[in-house]
């Protein structure tokens, strides 16, 4: 089968940092289904990975997380799924990854593809969809549902992958305020397209910006973004006993900026759930199924921005390089071989 990988960690202009190459056609066991890819999306994580994980020598890794495909294939543990089933999921981060004609990936956390949506525009939306999910009610803890809720969301860098969800379930889903953050014309339009109550400039002081919207309490905070750059102001801005979720990597957090307002801290990982394999796994295949639903009934839509062609090396180097710049608005996908 056809697949893009690395051999080593080099800068994304070097010819070799990512390559094409073909390999075996793998075969699933236990509750792996092998999928058909058809579409995949490209995320800061696959750049972040290319950096820092160094396959051994001699082996190739392929990149790759989100994926919208058709299962081939399945093991013989599997009762989720058939061979013909359209599907869509982001993969774990251990194993080989969705850049490539066909993947195994554990049924657990795998969901039904939306019926109305391309192969395309389903690829764009798990990843994102599971991190925004989880980060706003599982980590956050809000409760779903329309009733009016006397606080104040903040998205930092709410025009990025997650936060093109984020917006749209904190909105649809829940009565909260939404505020996001943005710094340029296309990126604000984008926030306020997807639902946003207001836009506010994360390059200038986010505090009087906020004060001068008269909203309510900023009680909850997702850091999506240079949360190592905006942690004081955070810090500042969150009401007392808020919560403040964050899901980058900042090489260091004073933690202690938070203690006056006994306000907490929470690490989002939509990895968690595969890695560890915790006993609510299969709570990933679920929300899918859930988002997948909630788009089909026109609540949510895709984040896809850019189709930017087939999927090889040349295309997923441009990808890269467009996240790398980090002046991306919502999705970047590739579809076929």
């Known amino acids: 089968m056809k ?7 080099l800068p994304i202009d070097a010819p070799d940092a990512l390559i094409d190459f ?12 092998r999928v058909a890819v058809k579409a995949i999306s490209a995320n800061p994580v696959d750049y972040k990975v290319r950096k820092r994980a ?10 790759g997380f989100d994926a ?12 989720l799924f058939k061979p ?17 004609e066909f993947h195994l990936v ?38 779903p549902g329309k009733s009016v809720d006397p606080r104040t969301l903040l998205i930092v860098g709410g025009a990025g992958g997650v936060g093109s969800i984020l917006i749209q379930l904190a909105r649809r889903l829940t009565g909260l305020t939404v505020i996001a953050t943005a710094s340029r014309p296309e990126s604000r339009k984008w926030c306020l397209d997807l639902g946003a109550h207001h836009v506010v400039d994360h390059s200038k002081p986010m505090k009087d910006q906020i004060a001068a919207l008269k909203v309510p309490p900023v009680a909850l905070i997702a850091a999506l973004t240079n949360t190592d750059q905006h942690f004081p102001a955070l810090a500042d801005i969150i009401a007392p006993q808020g919560k403040l979720g964050l899901i980058d990597d900042p090489a260091s ?17 939509m990895f968690t759930r595969s890695s560890c394999q915790t006993d609510d796994m299969i709570a990933q295949h679920n929300l899918l199924d859930d988002v997948a639903s909630l788009i089909d009934n026109g609540v949510l839509r895709t984040t896809l921005d850019k189709v930017l062609g087939k999927i090889n090396a040349t295309n997923l ?10 002046r991306s608005t919502g999705k970047l996908v590739l579809e076929g071989w």
């Open 3 to 9: 697949a893009v990988g690395y051999r080593k960690s």
């Open 317 to 326: 180097k441009q990808a890269h390089t467009l996240l790398e710049g980090g």
């Open 106 to 143: 554990d049924e657990r956390i795998v969901g039904h593809k939306p019926k109305t949506l391309s192969f395309a525009q389903s690829a764009a939306l798990p990843l994102t969809s599971i991190t925004a999910w989880e980060l706003l009610f599982d980590r956050l803890g809000v409760a």
């Open 22 to 33: 073909e390999t075996d056609k793998p075969e699933p066991r236990g509750r792996d289904i």
């Open 54 to 63: 160094e396959p051994p020598a001699g082996e190739t890794k392929i990149l």
């Open 84 to 100: 013909g089933d359209e599907v869509w999921y982001a993969g774990s981060i251990q194993r080989q990854g969705t850049n490539s």
């Open 68 to 79: 919208a495909g058709i299962v081939d294939a399945v093991g013989p543990d599997v009762s």
């Open 253 to 269: 957090l004073n933690v202690n900026l938070l203690k006056g307002k006994a306000a907490s801290l929470h690490w989002e990982s």
